[in-house]
């Protein structure tokens, strides 16, 4: 969507801080031992006090009030009774959601407790390549330049990205125009990005596969080679100059 006046981007800063919170009172409540289950029901329960609707049971249909994503898994990861998180778990929750007609989109991955198994590394270059590609966005600026920046990052890092995840428009609706912007260089998308245009910007930085498959369950996004996958997402509102970042507010930063 296209900002056209304060009362969308009052809107927008609501349902962006709801998202926001979830995401971070999620992170902080999850534990070894817990399931994903248990850890969806209570983002469920967040999102229902702040007045939101979870955007991908909403839209789609989805089997869950939130993504959890845990270790191969790269995205869409359906909360399950049977999934338990263990100690040094890679670990993406995913929460976008719908208030008052508007929509926003907030995701990071962390490692649950100590990093026994190393994965660190792997967040801090996915949370810092959106940083970066975040200071870079601003109207007039080709979708694909974004996407080279992510990509070129990402191998300065030691690591690849997913090129058939990527971020999109929103703000109306969960998906809007534009409809893709990757973590690569796409020489055929053309578009560029639009002053008061609202976005979700997403990093998909991966050990070593550049692709992610779907599984049986419809929803689940994994690597054929168990490749590791980090995700960080904020929801944007683009400027002439640095743009807002709506999610910011209890951000993935730290």
């Not at 200071?135 to 080709?142: A, D, E, F, L, N």
Request: proline share 3%.
């Amino acid at each position: 969507m296209s900002i056209s006046s304060q009362a969308d981007l009052t809107g927008l800063q609501h349902i962006s801080e709801a998202v926001g919170t979830t995401l971070k009172h999620m992170r902080d409540y999850a534990q070894p031992g817990m399931t994903t289950k248990e850890l969806d029901e209570y983002g469920g329960q967040l999102l229902a006090a702040l007045g939101a609707k979870s955007a991908p049971r909403l839209a789609y249909g989805f089997p869950g009030w939130t993504c959890i994503s845990v270790n191969n898994e790269v995205a869409h990861g359906i909360p399950s009774a049977h999934k338990v998180l263990q100690e040094g778990d890679l670990v993406n929750i995913d929460v976008s959601a719908e208030l008052g007609g508007y929509w926003a989109d907030n995701g990071g991955s962390f490692v649950l407790g100590n990093d026994i198994h190393q994965h660190q590394p792997l967040v801090d270059a996915s949370r810092q390549i959106l940083r970066t590609a975040l200071s870079r966005i601003r109207g007039g600026v080709r979708i694909a330049d974004i996407g080279g920046l992510i990509e070129g990052e990402a191998r300065k890092a030691g690591f690849r990205v997913i090129k058939n995840l990527v971020g999109h428009g929103i703000g109306r609706s969960l998906h809007e125009e534009p409809s893709e912007i990757p973590c690569y260089y796409d020489r055929y998308n053309l578009k560029r990005f639009k002053k008061n245009s609202v976005v979700a910007v997403e990093t998909f930085i991966s050990t070593r596969a550049s692709l992610a498959h779907q599984l049986s369950d419809g929803w689940t996004m994994t690597t054929k080679d168990n490749s590791f996958v980090a995700q960080h997402e904020h929801t944007i509102v683009i400027t002439d100059g640095q743009p807002i970042i709506l999610t910011e507010a209890n951000c993935i930063w730290e």
